[in-house]
């Protein structure tokens, strides 16, 4: 759980620019990425249309909507990204 800023970065491991919540205990590079399962995940943020057990659906539609709202709010001012545990 946490308040983190949100900056972009270029991730070499998807070849493209993806959100990254900065100051993360425990962790370097938490980013906000395409993906459907756990698997997928290391540690980062996956967004979805749809969820299941251990699953997100239509990941890439969800990110190709996302990402440019962050884009955009970045080209005026900080942008920040609140984690709160589900069961809380």
Do not use: W
């Amino acid at each position: 759980e946490g308040r983190y800023e949100i900056t972009l970065y270029d991730s070499p491991r998807f070849k493209m620019k993806v959100p990254l919540l900065g100051n993360v205990p425990g962790h370097e590079y938490v980013e906000i990425h395409p993906g459907n399962f756990e698997i997928d995940t290391h540690d980062c943020l996956l967004p979805g249309i749809t969820f299941g057990i251990d699953y997100v659906g239509s990941s890439r539609d969800a990110f190709d909507k996302l990402f440019p709202l962050i884009d955009q709010e970045l080209n005026t001012k900080q942008v920040f990204i609140t984690i709160k545990n589900a069961g809380a």
